[in-house]
């Protein structure tokens, strides 16, 4: 089945720095990848997603690029706030859209 | 629309005892998903349905039935409770397939003693 690794676990910056979060899958099936923030306490919602048919994809300050080749997608927030404190957890799902496997997490600290 | 309601919040329960966390959803959704949330684990499915009468295990199925009888219900049973059970447990809910975009509940925090 599939597996996603996150990197890193833990993420410090200074308010208006740029955060980069990593991910790989193992399923080259894998044709949806979204990305999740979760605040303390609350349910994690969706704040950016990218199909395998597009190499990048922004919505303001946040990005996602995909390398299909590598297997690897990345998360990248620019002028960092430190609203976006969180937690942010990348995921895969298989073309047969029948599970969205999600990595381990990334606590992401934003200091002003 | 609610989107996804679970229920309770917060439950104690005993080892060995049973119970039902309810997973509702209001938005005409195929596809339901059960998560348990560990400290440093991540989100880990547990089952999942494509649509009603039609289930299947995740990731850590073992201890955990579901059923669906309903497009809208989706309930995660507990048949004997046990400490490693101990989790925060998330119901998920999207359009078609896992792969559009999923609209969690606000979880249910489960302690085992």
């Known amino acids: 089945g599939e597996n996603v690794e996150q990197h890193p676990s833990t993420l410090s910056v200074q308010e208006g720095d740029s955060a980069v979060i990593k991910c790989t899958y193992s399923d080259s099936a894998s044709n949806y990848f979204p990305w999740y923030k979760q605040e303390l306490g609350k349910r994690p919602q969706l704040i950016i997603d990218i199909r395998s048919n597009v190499g990048e994809k922004k919505d303001q300050r946040i990005a996602v690029t995909l390398n299909k080749t590598a297997k690897h997608f990345s998360l990248h927030i620019t002028e960092t706030q430190p609203e976006d404190s969180a937690v942010y957890f990348c995921?895969?799902?298989?073309?047969?859209?029948?599970?969205?496997?999600f990595g381990k997490g990334t606590t992401l600290s934003v200091s002003s | 629309n609610a989107g996804v309601t679970q229920t309770p919040k917060f439950q104690v329960l005993k080892t060995g005892q049973s119970m039902t966390l309810q997973c509702a959803q209001d938005?005409?959704?195929?596809?339901m998903s059960w998560y348990r949330q560990d400290p440093g684990m991540g989100l880990r499915l547990i089952h999942y349905?494509?649509?009603?009468?039609?289930?299947d295990q995740g990731e850590v199925p073992n201890g955990y039935n579901v059923s669906r009888s309903t497009t809208e219900d989706f309930p995660l049973r507990l048949l004997s409770a046990a400490p490693s059970q101990t989790s925060v447990y998330f119901c998920?809910?999207?359009?078609?397939?896992?792969?559009?975009?999923?609209?969690f509940g606000q979880g249910t925090r489960l302690t085992v003693v």
């Open positions: 995921a895969a799902s298989s073309q047969a859209g029948t599970a969205l496997i």
């Open positions: 938005m005409n959704h195929e596809y």
């Open positions: 349905s494509v649509g009603a009468g039609i289930t």
């Open positions: 998920a809910s999207s359009y078609s397939r896992s792969n559009t975009e999923a609209f």
